[in-house]
């Protein structure tokens, strides 16, 4: 008796959390379509509406995956079948396509222990109370903490555990150490900086870029299934999702997208802070990035869906800054460059 009413009420907490979810995700959406109506004075029209929610209660069982597929159509210009929701992939495929196993990216000082690849600019862990070095997790005295950091340059970038669209992200400089301090940020991991490549300093120099490929492993293989660059602006020391303007990649050429968006979605041909333009520009060595991060899914293939932040840097040479094997965000290339999950049988999993 009491078994059942404890799984009753877990049921009804679960039900909560997931209305709670897509209200989140419902609000999201609609402040989308409101800034891009005003950024291009496009609506939906009621077929488009109706073909959204259609295909959201038949294809992927609920109309609360429309307001997404209304978001998605009103950018494209049409509708498209295939495309998959962002609260949709947060509801189904993050749990059931990587389940705790994608939690693992969220705990930064493990990504040397599981993928042991120089491609990674860690440099120190912070866990627990304990400075750990390298993937053999060698435990260094607080007293050599700051030779280890600035051992090579004279700042580093602390990224704390769970860190999630830019939060918590610190720029650590060699003249302000403190030990002490660093003990306060908690558990997190120290890369350290990169200088990058003057192909993305062009756009600015105030931040190092990102770029984010998205990669699938199904069937033995894997494959590329989106790309887009993100660049800061004005004074942003860091990448931050509040503010980053966003640019599709051709996932497999490496140019860039005529158009890209700012973080409020409006259409922008070229950099706001130094009017540069996107059309025309191939990402540099990017079949290198495309080779390494293909290399390195396949040391986790039980994770099926991974967003990788890549960059290159002055010497040519690909720095991850970090995986994503959690709720990734699609939105945007699904939005721009989509419907890029078709095939994987994703559309199906409400059903299981």
Not at 29 to 49: C, P, W, Y
Not at 104 to 117: A, T
Not at 257 to 262: L, S, V
Request: proline share 3%.
């Amino acid at each position: 008796m009491k078994s059942s009413i404890k799984t009753s009420i877990k049921n009804s907490i679960n039900s909560a959390k997931k209305i709670i979810y897509d209200q989140r995700h419902k609000l999201q959406a609609s402040s989308v379509l409101k800034n891009v109506t005003k950024d291009t004075g496009m609506v939906l029209s009621k077929f488009q509406k109706a073909a959204c929610e259609e295909y959201a209660v038949d294809i992927l069982g609920s109309k609360v995956y429309a307001p997404w597929l209304n978001v998605y159509t009103l950018v494209s210009g049409s509708f498209k079948e295939g495309w998959i929701p962002d609260n949709y992939y947060g509801n189904h495929v993050v749990p059931k396509c990587k389940g705790k196993y994608g939690r693992f990216s969220g705990l930064k000082p493990l990504q040397q222990l599981i993928f042991n690849d120089a491609s990674f600019p860690d440099v120190l862990s912070s866990v627990n109370g304990l400075f750990l070095l390298g993937s053999e997790n060698k435990i260094i005295s607080s007293s050599d903490v700051k030779n280890t950091l600035f051992n090579q340059s004279n700042s580093v970038v602390f990224k704390p555990d769970d860190s999630r669209q830019g939060a918590g992200i610190k720029i650590i400089y060699e003249a302000n150490f403190n030990v002490e301090k660093l003990k306060l940020l908690g558990n997190g991991l120290f890369q350290s900086y990169i200088n990058q490549h003057d192909f993305f300093s062009e756009f600015t120099n105030k931040s190092v870029a990102t770029l984010r490929i998205t990669t699938t492993f199904y069937n033995d293989k894997v494959e590329i299934r989106s790309s887009y660059l993100r660049l800061g602006i004005k004074n942003d020391t860091h990448i931050q999702s509040s503010s980053a303007i966003k640019v599709i990649v051709d996932p497999l050429t490496g140019q860039l997208n005529d158009i890209g968006h700012t973080a409020t979605w409006r259409r922008i041909e070229s950099h706001p802070d130094n009017k540069i333009f996107f059309s025309g520009k191939h990402i540099p060595s990017y079949q290198k990035c495309v080779d390494l991060v293909k290399n390195l899914h396949r040391k986790v293939p039980y994770v099926r869906s991974i967003g990788w932040d890549v960059i290159i840097d002055n010497l040519g040479e690909v720095k991850v800054m970090e995986w994503n094997g959690a709720h990734n965000g699609i939105k945007y290339s699904e939005s721009i460059h989509g419907p890029c999950f078709i095939g994987l049988g994703w559309e199906n999993l409400w059903k299981e």
